[in-house]
């Protein structure tokens, strides 16, 4: 069975927040103005945030890195979630059942990523935008709490895609849409399970580092720098 | 059962009997607020969240700052009033009731804070529909509703013998006490059966009012969030809880003496002993609070730090030490000193400082922990809306106007307890102490 995993690598990061915008088409997330913005509400299921790192040269100490849903192999959010609204399954994606979610934002409050969202309000597009949204991706209502899936319809597809071919599913098949964009080639997306493919190397690297690992959550996504960043995030 | 059966305690059915225009006053004010309240509500409905203050990752604010203060409160009455019976001591006849139903109104309250807090309130019942028992949300869930349960049967019990008062004096109100009452005539076989059952609920509810506060404290110790994360906040917690509650039995007791004219049954004695045991919980409060923010000082951790530094000099010092001011230096001096410790004036005095000092030690508690997240590095502020000042100003009104309708259809202090205390509780006590002497008799209680 396969377990899905990320590396970001920052070195190669030129923080395009190409990753970003690709998050936000292909998951439906709507575009928040400057108001939500400016109250603190922007919903972004891939965001660059600033991270504490070490000033070498002309490199200043504050970096900006993409941050999104560490997918956590002990997530501090499904165990407090009081309607089993927030699950992990046997592949290891941390999903979320909008349908079912009270918007309590426990998880929101337990999760020490910051990286999910509560709908503040009702998803709103532009005019012309209204009519691309992704048919394979349900649009959240008002009150529930989402966050980065992994693309995980995305994995659907590229099974059942394999299955039509009658061959096993094969590095590269399930990408997200991050992954697929960015132009720097700086996320690694693969099977964390089969020690042959890339981000099982990568996360090898004496270079390879996850945020708060010191809290136990095993986070599935590693990022990758040559400068020193680890316990001083 | 005739009117001379009520002996001298007929004082106390005058507010049932008789209602001034200082009570519709008193009333329609409360219900005012309470409507503005209403008002808000139906806007945070129509709008959802987005009405209130709060932010990423300020994600809790004021609804869940008053769940815990609301739940808090609720630990004056029943927790008070079973260790005081339990303790046999004489001075609760007069205050045991008023301190009970603080219990079951202000638990309603507190729920209810959840539930305004959820983005979908219309999904409530999937809490018990996919229940998650690994969510200290459910414990919170399973414990005040089973302290719900317990206090409102251990209001109810010793209500039954003043019911059956009101039903024999009152026949314009028999559809009401009639079955409320459950026939009871005092006969001695009813009373050992009340007798019996006030112990044994006495005994049940003190663990759970223990376990309530706990729950609620783990709610969020059980988080990794830095200055949650901590083992003392269930004592910190249950010691606060008590600590706010005695504070509210003041506050109610001061109302009521005044408001009905019951100085005789709410002496200065009675103000003076809850006092003192308000000003043993201050010092406890200031314990923990110590042994907390040492610890955290001590250990030193940077997320921990800056926490701890954002209460104790960033943005929320100053509310931080108006918690200290309130919740130590005013009520302890006035508590500590015999002459203000004996007087009305002096208790409540202390006591709305305490309230005012552990509503913010709540906010201090939800707000600066999410204020600060470990990532990414930012500092929101959550400043609360009108919406939800509003929401809570409209449940301490609501809170009060049904505390007030509940002294008008029962008495406030137990006839039947007074009676009693005047009847036999002389002697039991000499016994009682004849007991302890050398020499003196084996007595059972």
Same mark, same amino acid.
Request: aromatic share 6%.
């Given at each position: 069975m396969a377990r899905w995993g990320m590396v970001i690598d920052l070195d190669r990061c030129t923080a395009c927040q190409a990753c970003v915008v690709a998050c936000q088409v292909e998951n439906n997330v709507a575009p928040s103005n400057a108001g939500q913005a400016e109250a603190g509400r922007a919903i972004s299921w891939l965001r660059l945030v600033p991270i504490q790192g070490e000033r070498r040269g002309?490199?200043?100490d504050l970096q900006l890195i993409p941050l999104p849903c560490m997918h956590c192999s002990h997530p501090p959010c499904i165990k407090v979630c009081p309607v089993q609204a927030t699950k992990i399954d046997h592949e290891g994606l941390v999903s979320q059942v909008y349908s079912r979610c009270i918007g309590c934002r426990y998880c929101t409050t337990a999760c020490?990523?910051?990286v999910r969202h509560f709908n503040w309000k009702k998803p709103e597009w532009p005019a012309p935008m209204e009519e691309t949204l992704s048919p394979d991706v349900s649009v959240r209502p008002r009150g529930v709490v989402e966050k980065c899936s992994f693309c995980h319809h995305r994995l659907q597809r590229a099974k059942d895609k394999a299955q039509a071919e009658g061959r096993p599913l094969k590095e590269g098949d399930y990408l997200p849409a991050c992954a697929e964009s960015c132009p720097a080639e700086a996320i690694v997306f693969g099977d964390l399970d089969d020690p042959r493919s890339a981000v099982v190397r990568l996360s090898q690297s004496p270079r390879a580092f996850k945020l708060l690992e010191e809290l136990g959550t095993e986070p599935k996504v590693t990022y990758l720098s040559k400068g020193e960043w680890g316990g001083q995030v | 059962m005739d009117k001379s059966d009520i002996g001298q305690e007929e004082r106390l059915l005058r507010p049932i009997q008789e209602t001034g225009r200082g009570f519709w006053i008193f009333a329609g004010t409360l219900l005012a607020i309470g409507a503005w309240g209403v008002f808000a509500w139906f806007n945070q409905l129509r !709008?959802? %969240?987005? &009405? /209130?203050? *709060?932010?990423v990752p300020v994600y809790w604010g004021l609804y869940i700052t008053n769940f815990v203060f609301f739940i808090g409160i609720s630990h004056a009455g029943t927790l008070i009033s079973a260790i005081l019976r339990l303790a046999h001591a004489e001075w609760r006849r007069s205050i045991t009731r008023a301190a009970e139903v603080i219990t079951v109104l202000v638990l309603f309250f507190g729920m209810s804070c959840v539930i305004l807090d959820l983005? !979908? $309130?219309? !999904? &409530?019942?999937n809490v018990l529909r996919h229940g998650n028992f690994t969510s200290p949300l459910l414990w919170d869930v399973c414990s005040v509703s089973l302290y719900l349960t317990a206090s409102t049967i251990y209001l109810y019990l010793p209500l039954i013998p003043d019911i059956a008062i009101l039903r024999d004096l009152i026949p314009g109100r028999r559809w009401l006490y009639g079955p409320l /009452? %459950?026939?009871?005539?005092?006969?001695p076989r009813q009373v050992h059966l009340l007798d019996k059952a006030i112990s044994v609920m006495a005994i049940i509810v003190i663990p759970i009012a223990v376990s309530v506060h706990t729950v609620v404290s783990w709610v969020f110790a059980m988080t990794v969030q830095p200055m949650w994360h901590s083992t003392i906040f269930g004592p910190y917690f249950v010691v606060g809880a008590i600590f706010s509650g005695i504070g509210a039995i003041l506050i109610a007791m001061a109302i009521i003496r005044k408001a009905y004219h019951l100085e005789d049954y709410l002496k200065p004695i009675h103000f003076n002993n809850l006092g003192l045991l308000l000003l043993v919980f201050s010092l406890l409060w200031f314990y923990f609070t110590f042994a907390e923010f040492l610890t955290t000082y001590y250990g030193g951790e940077p997320m921990h730090m800056t926490i701890f530094l954002s209460k104790t000099e960033g943005k929320f010092s100053p509310l931080f030490w108006t918690m200290f001011v309130t919740c130590f230096a005013i009520p302890f001096p006035l508590l500590a000193n015999r002459r203000t410790r004996g007087t009305v004036w002096g208790c409540v005095v202390a006591s709305v400082s305490v309230e005012v000092g552990m509503w913010l030690e709540r906010f201090l508690i939800v707000v600066p922990s999410l204020s600060n997240p !470990? *990532? $990414? %590095?930012t500092a929101a502020t959550y400043i609360p809306s009108w919406v939800e000042w509003s929401l809570f100003a409209a449940f301490i009104a609501i809170f009060m106007l049904l505390y007030a309708v509940f002294t008008k259809f029962f008495p406030i202090v137990s006839i039947w307890e007074i009676r009693e205390g005047r009847e036999s509780s002389v002697r039991e006590v000499s016994e009682r102490v004849e007991s302890y002497l050398p020499g003196g008799a084996e007595s059972a209680s």
């Open positions: 002309t490199r200043p020490p990523y910051t | !709008r959802g %969240l987005d &009405v /209130s203050g *709060l932010n983005g !979908r $309130p219309d !999904r &409530v019942m /009452s %459950l026939g009871w005539t005092g006969t !470990r *990532l $990414p %590095l």
